[in-house]
């Protein structure tokens, strides 16, 4: 697995996977990513500042250059998924990546939102970008649906979802719902301090809605290989 940081003006995925301070190495076959693990490299901007609190102060062509860089000149190696974080919104980032990979044949986008309505409004736009841009969507994750307390398990609504929330919309907008995350503290703890939720915590009822949303992701990645695969052996026999 390969995960692309290009959320430019914000990259906050070293310090998440717990490499910051990392340093990115040229080779003659290109930028070789940072390994969290040994089926796991990330490539993010984050590496190339010389201060963790240096600020990224780019237009849209330094950006798209930098994007360009990044899809161009990192040496992945043979992976079997690449995940590219974005920044919230539909700006320059978001463009240039469906844009510059457009003959690829992306998987798809998979959009995140919390319940209140005022994220809602914003993740329509998301979701109408994606289908103007003729990018497939896998699917919508709700975040932070409700608090989950550590210690008594008891889980408290603390955005209400005063319009159906995100299961709504994605029935509203007609793209599938992978579920609901908690609120869970330590998920921001282990962020902080660069560990994995899932191997840290593996009792919160957050653990198990990650795994079914990855199963569901991968589910739906198979599906649409084997798709390829089928119609790519109807041409060669036609």
């Not at 995925?13 to 290109?30: A, D, N």
């Not at 360009?68 to 700006?91: A, H, M, N």
């Not at 609504?157 to 007609?174: V, Y």
């Not at 995350?181 to 703890?189: A, E, N, T, Y």
């Amino acid at each position: 697995i390969g995960v692309l940081d290009v959320d430019i003006c914000g990259p906050s995925l070293p310090k998440i996977f717990g490499v910051e301070g990392e340093q990115v190495h040229q080779s003659g076959s290109g930028w070789s990513p940072v390994y969290v693990d040994d089926n796991l490299s990330l490539m993010s901007v984050g590496f190339l500042l010389s201060k963790a609190d240096e600020a990224v102060i780019w237009r849209g062509p330094k950006k798209n250059g930098m994007i360009k860089q990044f899809l161009r000149d990192v040496d992945w190696g043979e992976i079997d998924y690449l995940l590219i974080d974005t920044p919230p919104g539909t700006s320059d980032e978001h463009l240039s990546i469906a844009q510059y990979l457009k003959e690829s044949d992306v998987d798809g986008a998979i959009v995140i939102t919390t319940p209140q309505e005022v994220a809602l409004l914003d993740v329509r736009k998301e979701i109408t970008f994606c289908r103007k841009v003729d990018l497939p969507i896998i699917g919508v994750v709700e975040n932070m649906s409700s608090f989950v307390c550590p210690k008594c398990k008891v889980s408290t609504q603390i955005f209400p979802a005063s319009t159906g929330g995100g299961q709504k919309m994605a029935e509203d907008m007609n793209v599938p719902f992978l579920g609901s995350l908690p609120l869970d503290p330590r998920i921001g703890k282990c962020c902080d301090e660069g560990k994995s939720f899932l191997t840290e915590v593996p009792d919160s009822p957050a653990t198990q809605a990650y795994k079914q949303i990855m199963s569901k992701i991968v589910e739906y990645c198979t599906k649409r290989n084997e798709n390829r695969e089928s119609d790519s052996g109807e041409m060669k026999t036609n």
